[in-house]
């Protein structure tokens, strides 16, 4: 079946530390994005790439760096700069950038103790 | 810049009740709209969406009609179910160089037995 693959599902880190949170997506899609969920806050865009070996910072992208070396994958890092990274974190992919649907994988719990 | 603005929660309904969940948007040109579902501790799920004015998009039983005069995309079901139960997220995407999704911050729906 094709989708949107995101480990782990649950993650805990000591705070200063750096963490990699993996997105993974079959779907042949060309567009992928990381939002940040928070409690009644919605989905905050963090980055978005468009094509292989290229992306762009969304709204809130200050202390988290990506990569896009494959198509299939859209590696999120969150750094010990980012103040307050205990968050849900969510990966989509679409055929572009545009109107059309995206597909969101389950998503990544991270908690920064 | 783009923003949506949704109905906040939460909403409480008995089953067989009729469900109207608001959004209003602003945004230049002629946006997409979409509706998503996230059920607890998933990811987002594309429940429909309209691309252009007066367009309705419908999906199990859900409606909901693209009003540009309004600028608005009012969710709509005529009897929830406790399967409903869920938040709910509006969003547009914009055109030319703002193409990303713009997310409401969610209306959570909880349908009692």
């Known amino acids: 079946d094709g989708g949107i693959t995101q480990s782990p599902k649950y993650l805990f880190r000591k705070e200063g530390q750096n963490v990699t949170l993996s997105c993974e997506q079959n779907?042949?899609?060309?567009?992928m994005y990381w939002y940040r969920q928070d409690p009644g806050q919605g989905l905050r865009l963090i980055y978005y790439?468009?094509?292989?070996?290229?992306?762009q910072k969304g709204d809130i992208a200050e202390g988290y760096s990506v990569s896009r070396e494959k198509k299939e994958s859209f590696p999120l890092t969150v750094t010990s700069a980012q103040k307050n990274p205990t968050a849900f974190y969510l990966c989509?992919?679409?055929?572009?950038?545009?109107?059309?649907?995206?597909?969101f994988g389950p998503g990544t719990r991270l908690t920064v103790l | 810049g783009n923003s949506v603005t949704q109905m906040e929660g939460p909403v409480t309904l008995s089953e067989e009740a009729f469900l109207t969940i608001n959004c209003t948007y602003t945004a230049t040109g002629y946006p997409s709209l979409f509706w998503y579902v996230q059920y607890p501790g998933e990811g987002l799920q594309l429940l429909l969406k309209a691309t252009k004015a007066d367009d309705k998009g419908s999906n199990k039983g859900f409606e909901a009609t693209y009003r540009k005069e309004t600028t608005s995309f009012h969710l709509e079901k005529g009897s929830v179910q406790v399967s409903d139960s869920a938040v709910y997220f509006c969003a547009l995407s914009g055109s030319g160089s703002a193409r990303q999704l713009t997310f409401g911050s969610g209306t959570q729906l909880t349908v009692l037995p």
């Open positions: 989509a992919s679409s055929i572009m950038i545009g109107p059309d649907e995206q597909f």
């Open positions: 779907l042949n899609h060309d567009a």
């Open positions: 790439s468009q094509i292989v070996n290229d992306f």
